[in-house]
T-cell receptor
Framework: KNEVEQSPQNLTAQEGEFITINCSYS?????LHWLQQHPGGGIVSLFM???GKKKHGRLIATINIQEKHSSLHITASHPRDSAVYIC?????????????FGEGTQLTVNP | KAGVTQTPRYLIKTRGQQVTLSCSPI?????VSWYQQTPGQGLQFLFE???????NKGNFPGRFSGRQFSNSRSEMNVSTLELGDSALYLC???????????FGSGTRLTVV
């Protein structure tokens, strides 16, 4: 079993819909990251969380440390949100900056 | 401020050759991590350098190596290339602060 599990693997939505992507992990973490990857490969860091909730524009990320679970929400989705969303964790068991990644969620938002 | 710069963007090499990839971090970012991304294995950690020292290493063969210079720029080297080394190689840098990591655009390596 992977240390980081994401669901769903693929998600298709209509423009304007509310979207949720889930991430579960099995190790103790010092931080959880949500990343966005567009075709062509570039990765953008969306959020870094160690507790609670963060909001940036139409994006909201939450984390429940006790349940080892995080969610990424997109409100009023738009076709430009189409990308792969990746959850990554930094385990407190390893020193330094080493991330373990989920397999990613391919999001397609249709106009 | 300038982002993380990876060079080259694309590379085609023949089996058995060796390759060197470069990553220049954002000013002030002393930690540079390298990742390999393939369709089958996803993103996997290669190694991390901090202050010219390797701080972490992933589960890759010794053909994969790296180093970091005093200006924090990092290089990774892959010797005796195999077809399976074809991948997108990404570096991520951080200053350890609250903004997490900044990723480069990657180097897409094709081994033929």
């Amino acid at each position: 079993k992977n240390e980081v599990e994401q669901s769903p693997q693929n998600l298709t939505a209509q423009e304007g819909e509310f979207i949720t992507i889930n991430c579960s992990y099995s190790v103790g973490i010092s931080a959880l990251h949500w990343l966005q990857q567009h075709p062509g490969g570039g990765i953008v860091s969306l959020f870094m969380l160690s507790s609670g909730k963060k909001k940036h524009g139409r994006l909201i990320a939450t984390i429940n440390i006790q349940e080892k679970h995080s969610s990424l929400h997109i409100t009023a989705s738009h076709p430009r949100d189409s990308a792969v969303y990746i959850c990554a964790v930094r385990s407190w068991e390893t020193s330094g900056s080493r991330l373990t990644f989920g397999e990613g969620t391919q999001l397609t938002v249709n106009p | 401020k300038a982002g993380v710069t990876q060079t080259p963007r694309y590379l085609i090499k023949t089996r058995g050759q060796q390759v060197t990839l470069s990553c220049s971090p954002i000013s002030g970012h002393r930690s540079v991590s390298w990742y390999q991304q393939t369709p089958g294995q996803g993103l996997q950690f290669l190694f991390e350098y901090f202050s010219e020292t390797q701080r972490n290493k992933g589960n890759f063969p010794g053909r994969f190596s790296g180093r970091q210079f005093s200006n924090s720029r990092s290089e990774m080297n892959v010797s005796t290339l195999e077809l399976g080394d074809s991948a997108l190689y990404l570096c991520a840098t951080t200053d350890g602060g609250p903004y997490g990591y900044t990723f480069g655009s990657g180097t897409r390596l094709t081994v033929v």
